[in-house]
């Protein structure tokens, strides 16, 4: 287990390393797992790596100065390139992980990242989530796997010799990926929408994703069609090639005329439903995306419901969107409701769902000389935040400090409120922990320490007042040779 009083704001300059490694074999270290609370990732390294962090960076610095580097003169690069780790392979090929601020673009949009593909000489997706570049200098040859996660973009770059070769770079990379760990971060799913948001059925198409360097607009894409032929147009670079694909499956391309305007025409083809259709543009290494839905009702009125929050947590709306003047109905577990769509075939139900339940809605819109068609959305009452902790509080007891030490067991899985001052945050058993002092007896000085696992990015550090929401696991465990009670964490309130 490793622990920090504070953690340091210190970086090391990835290139910097890269640049002064040399191919040769690396004194043995015994293998463990560093884990980084602040960042929620958790790494396991093997008995032949080296692993600088900004922590260790002072007890290599004489492995460093071997190879003409200074620990000092690089703290500030390290710094500034926000590196979490380094591992040195026994080959001499380095591996580094950074996180960076969220880029510019839709907020979960995994596309986001193909921009980066303009610095690159080749690029690919791998793994799903995963963005690869690829890159051969003078000196280096580096591989670089990007992705988002959780409000960071994390990057894991691999660089090898230029002797060493790019296959000794892949090979580093993907020893290393498997054995980072994301602790409570999850990767956005490629191609979805984070959260819908409706556009009238007689505009241009409602759009998902809108991401990349190039200029791209969409001027005409209808927003449903009965079938047939139908058209899209729009504006990019002069020269671009502008791709179109249905669900994935590309239908075409055509390269922009001199004024940078391009245009389609295509069928959907399938039954009834909705359709992704993507436009993307590419010239001279840039390239830009653009995805819409469509909506297919052959011989129906066309019909798209959502609330307007997504999950319910709370009052909200529910939109209904069809051709404008259509009659609709809704049906609730309780109640039938009816009203015309207005001029851009908008309508809207102010509507509720109680805590902890579930509701079925059943909405079907008429227009002339069409069938009806029938929407049912089921949507499931969660609670927020706000009310867990007031849930939580409400079953809180108080227990004193020596009973949640010497009598563990009997305290096991209650509800507990403690507010102390953060000691030190680290990691236990490959979980983020930090021990928490409860009292403060009026001198300035801390006591009563409780150990908090927490099970998710630690968002605060020592010297931090919070009070911690938890229940306790009825044992002790031993932190820098200090007894203590064990709390697992649920929330954390400044």
Known sequence: ?????????????????????????????????????QSGIRLETSADERVITPRTLGEHSDWLAGRGLNADALAASYYAERVLFEVVTDGGVSVTMSERDWPDGGAGD??????????ADSSEWVGGDWFRLTNA??????????????????????????D?????????????????????????????????TPSPLTGIARTIEASGSLPLTITALPAWTGGGQIAAKGATEPGARVALTVDGREVG???????????????????????????????????????????????????????????????????VYTLPEASIELVTPSQSMRGPANSSGYLYFSLSVRRGQSA???????????????VEVT??????ETELIQDFR?????????????????TAGQNVELRGRVGAVGEQGGLPALVLYTSNPGLGSWQDPVLVYCGQTLRFEAGDVLTVLGAPRGVTETVDGETMPVLDGLFYLR
């Open 137 to 162: 200098y003078e000196s280096i040859c580096q591989i670089k796997d990007i992705s988002l996660r959780s409000g960071m973009l994390i990057e894991l770059t691999a660089r090898a010799p230029w």
């Open 360 to 374: 079925s809605y059943t909405v079907t819109a008429a227009a002339p000389g069409l069938a009806p068609s029938t």
């Open 253 to 319: 391309s055509v390269k922009a005329g001199a004024d940078g305007l391009f245009a389609f025409e295509f069928e959907l083809g399938g039954g009834n439903g909705e359709r992704r259709v993507a436009l993307s543009a590419e010239r001279g290494g840039s390239s830009a995306r653009s995805v819409h839905s469509v909506l297919v009702a052959q011989g129906v009125t066309p019909l798209a419901v959502a609330p307007s929050v997504d999950p319910v947590a709370g009052p909200f709306d529910l939109y």
């Open 110 to 119: 995994i596309a986001t990242l193909e921009p980066f593909a303009a610095f």
């Open 1 to 37: 287990m490793s622990w920090e009083n504070r953690l340091t704001g210190k970086r090391l300059c990835a290139a910097a390393l890269s640049a002064g490694l040399a191919a040769m074999p690396l004194a043995r270290t015994i293998a463990d797992v560093t884990v980084f609370p």
């Open 379 to 384: 949507l499931e009452r969660v609670s927020s």
């Open 394 to 410: 409400a079953n809180a007891r108080s227990i004193p400090y020596q009973r949640l030490s010497e009598n563990a067991k009997d």
């Open 164 to 196: 060493a070769g790019m296959d000794a770079a892949l090979a580093a990379l993907e020893s290393i990926k498997p054995r980072v760990q994301f602790i409570d971060k999850v990767p956005p799913t490629r191609d979805t929408s984070a959260g819908y």
